[in-house]
């Protein structure tokens, strides 16, 4: 039965299943059924129905996006979550799940070395959050900065009506941000820029300057920047140190997106990456990317959570409390009302590997990447695109991006591996995640063999063409 062993068997399976859109629906009935069902009926038609539309993200042959975490006991604390089933908007409306993510926050956050004034723990404003995604940390950051801005405007200009501010208000990021950067603009209502990035991919703080001098120059008031730490494209590290300066000299918020790249800031030697932290106003990171704790679990940390809180203070009679103020209400720190007991999981997993078994875990990956990546390099038909840092790989076939989209089609095509592609400047190449914490040498050397022989017959069709 799958549940028994499928993780044992992702490695054997496809990666990716062969599934047609629609597959799913003449497989089960199409109302719901009046009686209860036989529980080892629905285990089989986990088997039938399910199973045969999974792609398995947690195969060692699974390379694409950036890796999801999975763990035993990041599913058993899910679980613990899921039956005492609370909703801990408040911190009476279940103290425990409040405080433990306080707490959780603060080991979390001295792990990764960060700046004290982030922490609950160094008895200023300071304090971290758990959100369900970079999307949402980077979007209630923006609100935040957006809140911050107005006030600020409306001291110096009392007479402006907050639309006319909003109408001025200006965000950035690097051109290689992650799409929900973008959206975050988008969704928050202010114009969004999207900036030059220096020949390795990266934000620097003259650019930042130059667009910023710009916009006052239009009348338009800069208020929000989100650096980048570990792209999504090429995993390329924005120059926070030099943007943060900038930032900081403008009094414009600064946001840390650091979804992938965050977790391997618990090893010492990778914290150079972060060089410019302290200049930040909130930073953000992933553990259910690469820290072993199931999705989802997005931390998120703020200097002075105040301009969030009010950004979106709403206080309903229902909702007040006699504790207020003595303990954060998370639900002023998001963009939902409900939350789950999600620290539970950064508990059970601290706990369960220790700090040393997580910072093996990032280390294991990082050296799988530089193995790929001398492979690549011993190959003369291949070239690597970015510099490799962390655990992805950016490589492609000497020559055009045609050539490169007819090896991605038959390396998906032919389902053994998955990979996807990215493009900058125009120059498609192939993305190399190592995501499985089942991952091991041997699969790295397998997993290149299949790309090598689609290669191979790439380059013979093509000489047969010509
Ligand atoms: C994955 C990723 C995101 C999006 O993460 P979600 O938690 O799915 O919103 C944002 N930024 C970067 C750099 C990422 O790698």
Same mark, same amino acid.
């Given at each position: 039965?799958?549940?028994?062993?499928?993780?044992?068997?992702?490695?054997?399976?496809?990666?990716?299943?062969?599934?047609?859109?629609?597959?799913?629906?003449?497989?089960?009935?199409?109302?719901?059924?009046?009686?209860?069902?036989?529980?080892?009926?629905?285990?089989?038609?986990?088997?039938?129905?399910?199973?045969?539309?999974?792609?398995?993200?947690?195969?060692?042959?699974?390379?694409?996006?950036?890796?999801?975490?999975?763990?035993?006991?990041?599913?058993?604390?899910?679980?613990?979550?899921?039956?005492?089933?609370?909703?801990?908007?408040?911190?009476?409306?279940?103290?425990?799940?409040?405080?433990?993510?306080?707490?959780?926050?603060?080991?979390?956050?001295?792990?990764?070395?960060?700046?004290?004034?982030?922490?609950?723990?160094?008895?200023?404003?300071?304090?971290?959050?758990?959100?369900?995604?970079?999307?949402?940390?980077?979007?209630?950051?923006?609100?935040?900065?957006?809140?911050?801005?107005?006030?600020?405007?409306?001291?110096?200009?009392?007479?402006?009506?907050?639309?006319?501010?909003?109408?001025?208000?200006?965000?950035?990021?690097?051109?290689?941000?992650?799409?929900?950067?973008?959206?975050?603009?988008?969704?928050?209502?202010?114009?969004?820029?999207?900036?030059?990035?220096?020949?390795?991919?990266?934000?620097?703080?003259?650019?930042?300057?130059?667009?910023?001098?710009?916009?006052?120059?239009?009348?338009?008031?800069?208020?929000?920047?989100?650096? @980048?730490?570990?792209? @999504?494209?090429?995993?390329?590290?924005?120059?926070?140190?030099?943007?943060?300066?900038?930032?900081?000299?403008?009094?414009?918020?600064?946001?840390?997106?650091?979804?992938?790249?965050?977790?391997?800031?618990?090893?010492?030697?990778?914290?150079?990456?972060?060089?410019?932290?302290?200049?930040?106003?909130?930073?953000?990171?992933?553990?259910?990317?690469?820290?072993?704790? @199931?999705?989802?679990?997005?931390?998120?940390?703020?200097?002075?959570? @105040?301009? /969030?809180?009010?950004?979106?203070?709403?206080?309903?009679?229902?909702?007040?409390?006699?504790?207020?103020?003595?303990?954060?209400?998370?639900?002023?720190?998001?963009?939902?009302?409900?939350?789950?007991?999600?620290?539970?999981?950064?508990?059970?997993?601290?706990?369960?590997?220790?700090?040393?078994?997580?910072?093996?875990?990032?280390?294991?990956?990082?050296?799988?990447?530089?193995?790929?990546?001398?492979? /690549?390099?011993?190959?003369?038909?291949?070239?690597?695109?970015?510099?490799?840092?962390?655990?992805?790989?950016?490589?492609?076939?000497?020559?055009?991006?045609?050539?490169?989209?007819?090896?991605? #089609? #038959?390396?998906?095509?032919?389902?053994?591996?998955?990979?996807?592609?990215?493009?900058?400047?125009?120059?498609?190449?192939?993305?190399?995640?190592?995501?499985?914490?089942?991952?091991?040498?041997?699969?790295?050397?397998?997993?290149?063999?299949?790309?090598?022989?689609?290669?191979?017959?790439?380059?013979?069709?093509?000489?047969?063409?010509?």
């Amino acid at each position: 039965m799958c549940a028994n062993n499928s993780m044992q068997n992702t490695g054997l399976m496809r990666v990716l299943p062969t599934v047609e859109p629609g597959y799913m629906k003449p497989l089960l009935p199409s109302e719901a059924p009046q009686s209860p069902e036989n529980w080892m009926d629905i285990m089989a038609d986990v088997e039938r129905v399910i199973m045969p539309g999974v792609t398995h993200w947690h195969s060692p042959k699974f390379h694409a996006y950036f890796p999801t975490a999975q763990s035993y006991p990041g599913i058993v604390a899910d679980m613990l979550s899921g039956a005492i089933a609370c909703i801990g908007f408040t911190w009476i409306s279940s103290p425990a799940c409040t405080e433990l993510e306080v707490i959780m926050l603060d080991w979390l956050g001295k792990m990764l070395d960060l700046p004290k004034e982030f922490l609950a723990s160094s008895g200023g404003k300071g304090g971290g959050v758990i959100q369900g995604t970079a999307s949402e940390a980077t979007l209630v950051a923006l609100l935040g900065a957006k809140a911050r801005k107005i006030r600020q405007v409306k001291d110096q200009h009392p007479d402006w009506s907050d639309n006319e501010i909003v109408g001025k208000l200006v965000a950035y990021s690097s051109c290689q941000a992650h799409s929900s950067v973008e959206r975050a603009g988008l969704l928050g209502g202010v114009k969004f820029r999207l900036l030059e990035v220096d020949s390795k991919n990266k934000l620097r703080g003259e650019t930042l300057a130059e667009a910023i001098r710009k916009d006052k120059e239009q009348g338009l008031i800069p208020f929000y920047v989100v650096g @980048t730490l570990g792209t @999504t494209n090429s995993c390329a590290f924005d120059r926070v140190d030099e943007i943060g300066v900038v930032a900081n000299r403008e009094n414009i918020w600064l946001h840390i997106d650091a979804a992938y790249a965050g977790s391997a800031f618990i090893c010492p030697e990778f914290r150079y990456l972060m060089k410019g932290t302290e200049l930040a106003d909130s930073f953000n990171f992933n553990p259910h990317k690469w820290m072993l704790v @199931t999705f989802d679990c997005s931390t998120m940390w703020l200097k002075d959570p @105040t301009y /969030v809180i009010n950004a979106f203070n709403v206080d309903p009679l229902y909702l007040k409390h006699d504790m207020q103020g003595s303990a954060p209400d998370y639900r002023h720190w998001q963009i939902p009302l409900g939350r789950r007991f999600r620290s539970l999981k950064l508990w059970f997993v601290l706990r369960l590997y220790g700090v040393e078994n997580l910072q093996r875990h990032i280390r294991k990956h990082v050296a799988q990447a530089h193995e790929f990546e001398a492979l /690549v390099l011993a190959d003369p038909r291949f070239e690597i695109v970015a510099e490799v840092v962390l655990g992805l790989v950016c490589f492609r076939l000497k020559g055009s991006n045609d050539i490169n989209e007819t090896l991605l #089609k #038959k390396i998906n095509g032919a389902g053994n591996i998955h990979l996807v592609p990215s493009k900058i400047n125009d120059v498609y190449f192939l993305r190399f995640a190592v995501c499985s914490r089942f991952s091991e040498s041997k699969d790295i050397q397998n997993s290149w063999k299949e790309i090598k022989l689609r290669a191979d017959e790439v380059l013979e069709e093509q000489s047969v063409s010509k």
